[in-house]
């Protein structure tokens, strides 16, 4: 499978239902991965044999009627560009001066349909930043035990009657991921199987009643990846 055909397999996991109506017209997603991963192999710098440098910090700039709906998916989609940006480093073996920082923002110089990308290698520490995509939302793994579920009590409350008050945990030790189902009534699953309690790859989809929830493991600067960033109840 190529770079392209996994830039549109990860976006199918983004822009889908409701979402999709959003896209109908105008500029799509996939255009700006398209244009991400160009600015990548353009400014890509042989700095030595086997170090091949590339920027990490994206200033993606849209027009206002686009920046409206982009912006309207939530962090979930920034969370796919930087995932996806980080793919096609990998694959192509480029190397970042520091973490991924991709950021939105309006031009009304731009017409509708139009993107610019302005690029810059930012030295600095990488986080590497868990986090759960639901609902076009973002929640960071601030702590070691996530519980989710419809009830208040849960860390994540979702609004679902598929779901048990406390349905599942997900853990995170710093390093690795588990989810454990927590006795719910109608069950979980993982990547479309039936899960009792398993551990979480990058990009895993977990699935509890209609909600689904997806697992990220992200390379990000410091200065982005702060714990109770896009936290939210």
Known sequence: MGILDEFEKGLERVVNGAFAKTFKSGLQPLEVTAALRRELDTKAAVVSRDRILVPNRFAVRLSPSDYERMTGLGPALVDEFTQLVQQHATAQRYAFAGGIDIRLERDPSLSAGIVRIDSENVKGAVVWAPVLDIGGK????????????????????????????????????????????????????????????AVLEPDSVIEIGRTRIVFRVLAQSAETASPEAGRQR
């Open 138 to 197: 973002r929640y960071p793994l601030a702590k070691g035990r996530t519980v989710i579920g419809r009830g208040s009590d849960a860390d994540i409350t979702i609004d679902d009657t598929g779901t048990s008050r406390q349905h599942v945990e997900v853990l995170w030790d710093g390093t690795r991921g588990q989810v454990s189902d927590l006795g719910s009534t109608n069950g979980s699953k993982l990547n479309g199987r039936p899960v009792t309690k």
